[in-house]
């Protein structure tokens, strides 16, 4: 045997994605990128993202769970938990005793959440004070156009919602950084320490009420505005959840347009991967089930946090109407936990290990753990189950690459993997790789993106 063929026989060689795909997978590629992006325009918080998965499912055909309701082969049923985190399920033809083929991906993303007593005057300026939501680089969030998302609950008990900043004739609003003139002192800071989590003030106006000479007269007109558009006085902030996200669409990026730039990737482009092939889903072997989380960017905690007894609730009624137990099911079934991982940037070699790291264009990349230090708070999955998925996606043709989260002592991350896992769920993390993540708008590959709905769908399928 010639050096050339053992070369070729025994050594691994990864391909690039453009390398590999045919013409009718390019057009399958850009039409669900199509709709990705309007995905991404529709669904800028968890809110939003359950209200677009809810007409999408109704329309699919899926129903409301109803404890005790019956289910039969094919059924399609959801449940929406309190309108900030989704599970759905389609009925397969094995019991629920066997398992279920499951994926878990996360819909909050890194924002500014607005403080109780946010409303202001400083220098006849208004403002709302932020405090951030999830791990974000301050500095980032200062200079560019933001919007307000988000529900009231009123004192007299309606409900109402408001986004301002989205619509081309609405205004934006600002966080101010220091002109670089007058920077000396900044300019001396750590990127941490630039602009401090304090300094995350949103201006809101700066016009005076008029023949009034009491004070915080700009405060007072804010006000005014906000009570003459949506009936709101100043404590119906007490029980708001008003989140500050940068306002502006989701875009193609390149002159070959292979990238896409938008608010969010992290983690709506491996939510919406796990939801649209759930849509199309035939009926499949074993029951497959799609949840989308809440509040991954904080710890998973909290009652719409992939930690929640929500999940076991929504897997108890599925399989009390088979009579399986829930615990077999739970030992019988596989995750895909999906969620983003770092794609290599050029600009920062350093911080990787490029042998070992993710990269644009090369498919979905699975994280066989991801933790920090000597893999630490990882769910590491085994090769069992790395081996599972080898096989899995060889069959359906997806194309996937190995991805760890930086360098070994650099930083590190984690996703909902542990806590499936630690349900005695076998689980393994995958997503879509992604430049600047956390950034105010993230950038992913559009073949990674489509490569990372196929793994889904292989996952529902199953082998
Ligand atoms: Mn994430
Ligand atoms: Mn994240």
């Given at each position: 045997?010639?050096?050339e063929?053992?070369?070729?026989?025994?050594l691994?060689?990864?391909?690039?994605?453009?390398?590999?795909?045919?013409?009718?997978q390019k057009?399958?590629m850009?039409?669900?990128?199509?709709?990705?992006t309007?995905f991404m325009?529709?669904a800028?918080?968890?809110?939003?993202?359950?209200?677009?998965a809810v007409?999408?499912a109704?329309?699919?055909?899926?129903k409301?769970?109803?404890?005790?309701?019956?289910?039969?082969l094919?059924?399609?049923?959801?449940?929406?938990?309190?309108?900030?985190?989704?599970?759905?399920?389609?009925?397969?033809?094995?019991?629920l005793?066997?398992?279920?083929?499951i994926?878990?991906?996360?819909?909050?993303?890194?924002?500014m959440?607005v403080?109780?007593?946010p409303?202001?005057?400083?220098?006849e300026?208004?403002?709302?004070?932020?405090?951030?939501?999830?791990?974000i680089?301050?500095?980032?969030?200062?200079?560019?156009p933001?919007?307000?998302?988000?529900?009231?609950?009123?004192k007299?008990?309606e409900v109402?919602?408001i986004?301002?900043?989205?619509?081309?004739s609405?205004?934006?609003?600002?966080?101010?950084?220091?002109l670089i003139?007058l920077?000396?002192?900044?300019?001396?800071?750590?990127?941490a320490e630039?602009?401090?989590?304090?300094?995350?003030?949103?201006?809101?106006g700066t016009?005076?009420?008029?023949d009034?000479?009491?004070a915080?007269?700009v405060k007072l007109?804010?006000m005014?505005l906000?009570?003459?558009?949506?009936?709101?006085?100043?404590?119906?902030?007490?029980?708001?959840?008003?989140?500050?996200?940068?306002?502006?669409?989701?875009?193609?990026v390149?002159?070959?347009?292979?990238?896409?730039?938008?608010?969010?990737?992290?983690?709506?482009?491996c939510?919406?991967a796990?939801?649209a092939?759930?849509l199309?889903?035939?009926?499949?072997?074993?029951?497959?089930?799609?949840?989308?989380a809440?509040?991954?960017?904080?710890?998973?905690v909290?009652?719409?946090?992939?930690?929640?007894?929500?999940?076991e609730?929504?897997?108890?009624?599925l399989?009390a109407a088979q009579?399986a137990?829930?615990?077999?099911?739970?030992?019988?079934?596989?995750?895909l936990?999906a969620?983003?991982?770092n794609?290599?940037?050029p600009?920062?070699?350093?911080?990787?290990?490029?042998r070992?790291?993710?990269?644009?264009?090369?498919?979905?990349?699975?994280?066989?753990?991801?933790?920090?230090r000597?893999?630490?708070?990882a769910?590491d999955?085994a090769?069992?189950?790395?081996?599972?998925?080898?096989?899995?996606?060889?069959?359906n043709?997806?194309?996937?690459?190995?991805?760890?989260?930086?360098?070994?002592?650099?930083?590190?991350?984690?996703?909902?993997?542990?806590?499936?896992?630690?349900?005695?769920?076998?689980?393994?993390?995958?997503?879509?790789?992604?430049?600047?993540?956390?950034?105010?708008?993230e950038?992913?590959?559009?073949?990674?993106?489509?490569?990372?709905?196929k793994?889904?769908?292989?996952?529902?399928?199953?082998?």
């Open positions: 045997m010639s050096n063929t053992l070369r070729e026989n025994l691994f060689k990864a391909k690039n994605g453009y390398d590999l795909i045919t013409e009718a057009a399958e850009e039409a669900y990128c199509k709709d990705y309007a325009d529709a800028k918080t968890e809110r939003e993202a359950v209200t677009y007409a999408a109704e329309k699919a055909g899926f409301p769970m109803v404890p005790g309701m019956e289910l039969k094919g059924d399609r049923v959801y449940c929406n938990n309190r309108g900030k985190s989704i599970m759905l399920a389609v009925i397969g033809e094995k019991s005793e066997e398992g279920a083929n994926t878990a991906a996360h819909i909050d993303s890194p924002r959440d403080k109780p007593n409303l202001y005057e400083d220098s300026i208004a403002y709302l004070k932020t405090h951030y939501y999830g791990g680089k301050k500095y980032q969030w200062t200079t560019i933001l919007a307000i998302h988000g529900v009231v609950y009123k007299n008990g109402i919602t986004t301002i900043g989205e619509d081309d609405d205004p934006v609003f600002f966080i101010s950084d220091l003139h920077s000396a002192d900044q300019m001396k800071k750590t990127l630039g602009i401090t989590g304090e300094q995350l003030n949103l201006i809101l016009v005076p009420m008029a009034d000479d009491g915080d007269r007109a804010a005014a906000l009570n003459e558009k949506y009936g709101l006085i100043e404590e119906d902030f007490l029980s708001a959840e008003l989140t500050i996200v940068p306002a502006g669409k989701c875009r193609e390149g002159l070959d347009r292979s990238l896409l730039a938008a608010y969010g990737h992290d983690d709506r482009v939510s919406y796990a939801l092939p759930l199309k889903l035939g009926t499949p072997a074993k029951t497959a089930v799609c949840v989308l809440d509040k991954e960017e904080i710890g998973s909290g009652i719409s946090g992939m930690q929640s007894q929500c999940f609730n929504f897997m108890a009624d399989c009579g137990s829930l615990l077999h099911c739970f030992a019988n079934s596989f995750c936990s969620d983003v991982t794609a290599f940037d600009n920062f070699p350093d911080t990787c290990d490029k070992n790291n993710s990269k644009l264009n090369y498919g979905v990349g699975i994280c066989k753990y991801t933790g920090s000597g893999k630490g708070g769910s999955a090769a069992e189950a790395m081996g599972y998925l080898r096989t899995l996606f060889q069959k043709s997806v194309v996937w690459q190995a991805a760890t989260l930086g360098k070994v002592d650099q930083g590190g991350g984690g996703t909902v993997a542990a806590y499936m896992a630690n349900r005695n769920i076998v689980t393994v993390d995958a997503g879509v790789p992604v430049l600047c993540m956390h950034a105010p708008y950038i992913v590959s559009k073949y990674d993106c489509y490569m990372t709905m793994a889904m769908d292989a996952v529902y399928t199953g082998l």
